[in-house]
């Protein structure tokens, strides 16, 4: 087994996720068999809690994990689907420890961070199956979080044939300095010495920024990386993420990665990607705009089907104006995507996209909450229903079209106790989903509390076939309602579940293709 560890110098949010995707997705491209583990060194025990305007967005894996967005850039890259055991964070590390203590499994001993936190960390590493791992180490190197794993790598890899069977790459900033025009490596040089203190070296040593570097500066970076000139590599920002394979394979990068870890490539290279630059004009209305990474997913699902991405409307700015200036903001826009939330800041905002976009007929697609949502505002502007809500949003509403699910109302605690992952649903047969899917059995992930409360309010929708089709008709079901749609209008679909997280390079997903399409066609450059 072999082993390609990422680490990050100087700052977060560089991209280490990505270069570490696409180091792997290169490897995988050329036949080799690759598995992959990211450390995420926070206490939590997943990151189910997080706020996605602090952290990003949740990635919901297949077996109802709840992990960090980089997940996703694996399965979006690698085009598979990761589990649990693909996510590692020191909340899970520290709690094993401490249940193994309570069990009385070190009996006798002093428990400690050295041997006793490193051998657990090691035991999920060496749980990694295939030609070569990629490791992930998040944070940045110097965190306080991160030495211990720093250290259990370099123990592992000590143990296992350091030269032969690792390849440590440290992913690192270098910022620009406009008035002097030149590059500053400093910050880098330091976050090498801080590695190089946790015992490792670095064979690979990879530049971010935002325009190319000059050769004077990779020098300089080799030189006190003690790296060959060759092994250091430039990756400025790209527009196109998924170019980055191509980039790295034109570099060599994956070359060199594979003779020091002496196995060679069984196919030849052939990396595909989408070049995301149809306009569809579609905006997405939603509340967590503190940072790009709260969508990943839904974003990167558009950019897969080879779309531009979406304007973000703040779903908060639609609320205390008149409906005029409500239409006014969303005119300019030929669809619209009502992505996934929790609490009741901004839900408003969000329904009054919805009454645009079906008094409008502009291309709709509701997730998750969206789809709540599209229930809600059916139930107050067509169905009559005055006041109609979600019990999350408003616990006295006189309808609660949309309720907790029975199971949850015994739940206290937070954590990992969503109705989480893939669960099978039943598409019905007349419906424009099961067009869409060409199927009758899907199976889709899921991450909610509340559903469409259909018990008590099932003459608001069509169910049958027979029935009335100008009706909100539910086009799937599992035990819980699983989408809606409108089936005499363009595109007007909302799914509970989340087919963002499915997306895959080469495998964009059906209902986001559909919806674009049917976007595409209804955008109206003129406006
Ligand atoms: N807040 C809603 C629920 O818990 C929707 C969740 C979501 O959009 N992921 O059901």
Same mark, same amino acid.
């Given at each position: ?22 180091i792997g ?160 490596t ?5 976050s ?33 990386g ?20 191509q980039?790295?394979h ?55 089907c ?33 992505p ?18 079906? &008094?409008?007929? *502009?291309?709709? +697609?509701g $997730?998750?909450?969206? !789809?709540? /949502?599209? @229930?809600? #505002? ?17 616990s ?9 699910? &029975?199971?949850? *109302?015994?739940? +206290?605690? $937070?954590?990992?106790? !969503?109705? /989480?992952? @893939?669960? #099978?649903?039943?598409l ?8 869409i899917y ?18 008590d ?20 079901m599992?035990?819980f309602?699983?989408?809606?749609e ?42």
């Open positions: 087994m072999k082993y390609v560890t990422i680490t990050g110098g100087v700052l977060s949010g560089i991209g280490k996720g990505i270069t570490a995707a696409s997705a290169c490897l995988q491209n050329q036949g080799l068999k690759v598995d992959v583990l990211k450390i995420d060194p926070y206490l939590n025990v997943d990151a189910g809690t997080m706020n996605p305007n602090q952290h990003g967005e949740v990635f919901v894996t297949e077996d109802g994990y709840e992990a960090d967005l980089d997940l996703g850039h694996y399965e979006r890259f690698l085009g598979k689907n990761m589990t649990r055991w693909n996510n590692v964070t020191a909340g899970q590390i520290y709690s094993n420890v401490i249940e193994k203590e309570r069990r009385g499994e070190y009996l006798g001993a002093t428990v400690q961070m050295i041997p006793h936190v490193t051998a657990e960390i090691k035991k999920r590493i060496s749980n990694l199956k295939g030609d070569v791992a990629i490791i992930e180490i998040g944070g940045t190197v110097g965190d306080i979080e991160s030495e211990i794993f720093l250290e259990a790598i370099r123990e592992f890899s000590m143990e296992n044939g350091r030269n032969e069977n690792f390849v440590f790459v440290h992913v690192t900033y270098i910022p620009y300095l406009r008035v002097t025009n030149e590059f500053k400093k910050p880098t040089q330091q090498i010495q801080i590695l190089r203190r946790a015992g490792i070296s670095p064979d690979v040593i990879v530049l971010r920024g935002e325009k190319s570097f000059s050769e004077q500066t990779m020098k300089k970076v080799a030189l006190f003690g790296v060959n000139e060759g092994a250091v590599f430039g990756l400025e920002d790209a527009s196109n993420v998924y170019s980055i394979p980039k790295i034109d570099l060599r990068m994956d070359e060199l990665v594979m003779e020091k870890l002496n196995v060679k490539a069984r196919k030849d290279f052939d990396w595909k990607y989408p070049n995301s630059s149809k306009d569809a004009r579609i905006a997405m209305v939603g509340k967590y705009l503190a940072t790009d990474d709260a969508y990943k997913s839904v974003l990167e699902s558009v950019a897969l080879g779309y531009k991405k979406p304007e973000l409307v703040d779903s908060e700015t639609l609320e205390n104006i008149p409906e005029k200036e409500v239409e006014k903001r969303l005119k300019k826009y030929a669809g619209f995507i009502i996934g939330g929790f609490g009741s800041r901004g839900i408003e905002g969000m329904i009054r996209a919805i009454k645009y976009a079906r &008094e409008n007929d *502009k291309p709709l +697609l $997730l998750c909450l969206g !789809m709540q /949502l599209m @229930v809600i #505002e059916y139930a107050r502007n067509v169905a009559n229903l005055k006041g109609a809500n979600s019990t999350e949003f408003n006295q509403t006189p309808y609660p079209v949309v309720d907790l699910m &029975e199971k949850q *109302k015994k739940i +206290l605690k $937070l954590g990992g106790t !969503m109705r /989480l992952g @893939v669960e #099978e649903i039943k019905f047969k007349w419906s424009k989903l099961h067009e060409g199927s009758e059995k899907i199976l889709e992930r899921h991450r909610h509390r509340y559903e469409v409360n259909l018990k309010f099932e003459n608001i929708f069509r169910t049958k076939k027979e029935e009335d089709s100008q009706k909100l008709t539910i086009s799937a599992s035990n309602v699983e989408a809606v409108l089936p005499h209008k363009k595109f007007y679909i909302g799914v509970q579940f989340h087919p963002e997280y499915s997306s895959k390079v080469s495998a964009p997903h059906p209902i986001f293709m559909e919806f674009l399409e049917k976007s595409f066609e209804n955008r109206n450059l003129n406006a």
